[in-house]
């Protein structure tokens, strides 16, 4: 959701490096690594040593001013058109958000969450682990390698690939983490249904 249908960097930034300047840790080695993960795993990996506890405790806090702040939240350009194609389709939204975080962000943007909504809510493993793209799959009724994910972080192309699916990486960050296509935006990519299923094409 987060870098593939909203842009939400300036928040999600906003707040781990707050969190960052207190912890005493570094800013840009945090940035690197939280995109696209739950916080309570990007806590469990920045401090290992640090109790669960203060990490769910943390992480409760920061979802709380997430979901309360969503000024600057904004569509990625052709997210809606392509929504709006996917309409009559099978596909799911998968995020590492819990279910109100992606609502609010998705009405801050003026996109209707997915009727499948896969969400923190619903997983005990975070990306990169696979667990959610799968549920996905599992919910839809689709073969993992016929699914195709689009993905903006490291982690989210790690677990889509994990998956056995195909990614299109949706941002420039993307295409350093591999992803089997990558575009710039999604006003790059187009949906047609057909007799066979979805017709995804990719403008250069």
Request: aromatic share 2%; glycine share 6%; charged share 25%.
């Amino acid at each position: 959701m987060d870098g593939t249908l909203v842009d939400s960097t300036a928040v999600v930034e906003r707040l781990w490096l707050e969190w960052t300047e207190k912890q005493g840790l570094d800013p840009d080695a945090v940035l690197a690594l939280v995109h696209g993960r739950q916080a309570t795993n990007s806590m469990a990996v920045l401090l290992p040593d640090r109790p669960v506890e203060i990490n769910l405790a943390e992480s409760r806090e920061m979802l709380a001013r997430e979901t309360a702040e969503t000024d600057g939240v904004v569509e990625i350009p052709g997210a809606a058109a392509l929504l709006r194609a996917l309409k009559d389709a099978p596909h799911a939204l998968v995020t590492s958000a819990d279910l109100g975080l992606a609502r609010a962000r998705m009405t801050a943007a003026g996109l209707d969450v997915p009727e499948i909504a896969v969400t923190a809510d619903d997983v005990r493993a975070s990306k990169p682990h696979p667990e959610g793209f799968l549920r996905a799959a599992e919910i839809l009724g689709i073969t993992p390698a016929d699914c195709v994910v689009f993905e903006d972080s490291h982690a989210g192309i790690q677990a889509a690939r994990a998956a056995g699916m195909r990614v299109i990486g949706v941002g420039a960050a993307a295409v350093a983490h591999d992803p089997t296509h990558a575009v710039a935006d999604l006003r790059q990519v187009s949906a047609t249904r057909t007799d066979d299923g979805i017709l995804l094409t990719i403008d250069a």
